[in-house]
């Protein structure tokens, strides 16, 4: 999958019964390959114009079990600048503090990143609060 052009992508897609022909021929258009793919959310999907929400569902669950089949085990962890400052911000803070200093409050994230910065924070500190 990773080695897909956005032609293999497109014709994946085509190939699908549960994915409309329009989804296919978005990939083609905003030639999506196979590593993007993989990576593609909700927003990304939304981005190049397929907004209904049962067909985004379709293809969010397509794509899903495409990454199962084809990474296994492996975990794809969002890179994102915004929540790894927030999260260094936050480290650093915790730093400064002295035994005994009350920690400081939990970082305001903004709401389109929410479900991001939580999904980051739990991969890289698991069982912290």
């Not at 032609?7 to 021929?25: F, G, L, M, R, T």
């Not at 905003?30 to 985004?56: H, M, Q, S, V, W």
């Not at 085990?73 to 200093?101: H, T, W």
Request: hydrophobic fraction near 35%; aromatic fraction near 10%; charge should be negative.
């Amino acid at each position: 999958v990773e080695s897909w052009d956005f032609e293999q992508v497109a014709k994946w897609a085509s190939e699908k019964e549960n994915i409309p022909n329009e989804v296919a021929q978005k990939f083609r258009e905003n030639k999506i390959d196979g590593t993007e793919l993989l990576f593609f959310g909700r927003e990304d999907l939304k981005e190049i114009g397929i907004t209904r929400p049962g067909t985004l569902a379709r293809v969010i669950g397509t794509i899903d079990e495409l990454k199962n089949r084809h990474l296994g085990n492996m975990i794809i962890v969002e890179q994102s600048p915004y929540c790894f400052g927030k999260i260094i911000d936050q480290l650093r803070l915790r730093a400064m503090c002295r035994p005994g200093d009350e920690l400081p409050p939990a970082p305001e994230i903004c709401e389109p990143d929410k479900k991001r910065f939580k999904r980051i924070v739990e991969y890289y500190f698991p069982g912290d609060e």
